[in-house]
């Protein structure tokens, strides 16, 4: 705001104002803990809040920084506690919400691409229960966490089956969310992935199917590269953001190895931005041949970091809208 954009633009619809990536139409009913747990404050001081939040979760939350919440304490922790919270989980019509009708007719008159959201099979239970306890719950109880993700999964089905029943365009998408990778690789490995997590995808994936919807995409952070061929071989046919990172993924490379079958959103690595309009234009071409073989939507993921100058991020926007291809 400093350098120019207007005072009254709001954290996160910054994009918007620039009209940058892709205004996507999201459709989703609440396919989440319902009801979610009672909120209750433990401990608040002027600089933070300590609280029980929906899901169960002890956080705590600072008040004058932007970071992400600190958790302290889990109400799900182990598989004595699942029937409890599989309660909260359950299939009902009070979750679809009074205005979905509206908000269906709303997309498809947008002329925007639509996804109907799929969900999480590893990434939101690694949120209600803490990476550990549901790591240890992945090799300790396995039969638990395959019930979890077969609650999820029916759960993302009913929904789908409830929103085409009132469209009256095919969606271009479905789009589920995991964000369980790091620097170093994913926290649930091939194996398990395989064994407990893949029969939800492609339950999912021949739910898609029936309507025939084409494209199944993924939204995780990270070094996702150790598990790509195991969400191609479930059916998930994108990536998002298949971030460059500090780890050196290239796009280029996921393709040559996994083929035309990997869909790519992403691969353009954010921290040239930073470096001046000749880094974001060597940037820019080196992914310009992936782009004509198509299945490749090149943009950063998105977070871009402070540092950018905003004249330089418009630069990059502008080039980016001058690509035909």
Sequence with gaps: KTEGLPAETKRGLEGKYLQAGIHWEGLSCNIGLYP???QKIVEETDEYTIMWDSAGV???DLKHAESVPHYLDWTFKTADDWPMFKEHLQINQERIGADLDERIRRAEASNRPIHIRAGSMMGVPRNWMGVENMVFLMFDS???YADIVETMSDLVCW???EIMSRMSTKPDLVHGWEDIAGSTGPF????????LVSPCYKKILSKIEEYNIDIYSIDSDGKVEPLIANWLAAGVNMQFPLEPGTWGCKPEAMREKFGPDLLIQGGFNKMVLEKGRDAIDAEIE???ELMKQGGFVMMPD???TPGVPLDDYIYFLDRMRELRF
């Design 36 to 38: 979610g747990f009672e």
């Design 58 to 60: 002890l956080v705590k």
């Design 142 to 144: 396995p039969d638990c």
């Design 159 to 161: 929904q789908i089956d």
């Design 188 to 195: 649930v490995s091939p194996d398990a992935f395989d064994k």
């Design 286 to 288: 080196s992914h310009i």
């Design 302 to 304: 998105h977070l871009i």
